[in-house]
């Protein structure tokens, strides 16, 4: 046999073993998708359990949850965020776990609040600070809008010469 045909039997036997090992690669690849499908499902459980907690503080705040049901409420819902972070846990460990499942749950929460980015209640101490807080607010307010548009009624700032929309002179 010369050297040719053994070079192109062993490419044939080589494309064979490729062509029928193909078919275990694709199911490892298979198992893993199903497992960040999984990891994704949680991870959106866990977004919302995050925003019910953030919804029920917003509510029991705004006295639209009476006391006695809000301890009860709130601890379910940590609970069931608990939960869905030690299954989390399992399919992916997060290399810092120093928290506990429900201390992280705790912590995003504190994280999400509307209300805790901007003041919390332990900031303001009377009704002047919260008059003085509107009061600058409406400040800000004031400099960037100048009211309408006369021609078209289009919103208009204060630096404008002409209306963006229509073009008329603002002088």
């Known amino acids: 046999m010369e050297l040719g045909s053994i070079f192109l039997i062993l490419a044939v036997i080589v494309i064979i073993g490729v062509y029928l090992y193909a078919p275990f690669t694709t199911r490892a690849r298979r198992g893993r998708s199903s497992e960040s499908h999984q990891i994704s499902a949680l991870k959106a459980e866990r977004d919302r359990a995050i925003n019910s907690l953030q919804e029920l503080d917003f509510d029991f705040n705004l006295g639209k949850i009476p ?29 810092s776990s120093a928290l506990n499942a429900e201390a992280r749950i705790e912590k995003a929460t504190a994280a999400g609040r509307a209300d805790s980015a901007l003041t919390s209640n332990a900031d303001i101490d009377s009704d002047d600070d919260i008059e003085s807080m509107i ?23 204060v630096t404008d010469k002409f209306c963006p929309a229509c073009g008329k002179s603002l002088q």
């Open 135 to 157: 009061s600058a607010r409406r400040k800000q307010h004031k400099n960037k809008s100048a009211g309408f548009c006369p021609k078209c009624g289009k919103p208009v700032l």
């Open 67 to 95: 006391a006695g049901e809000y301890p009860e409420q709130r601890a379910s819902l940590l609970q069931k965020g608990a939960d869905i972070l030690r299954k989390l846990d399992e399919l992916a460990p997060v290399s």
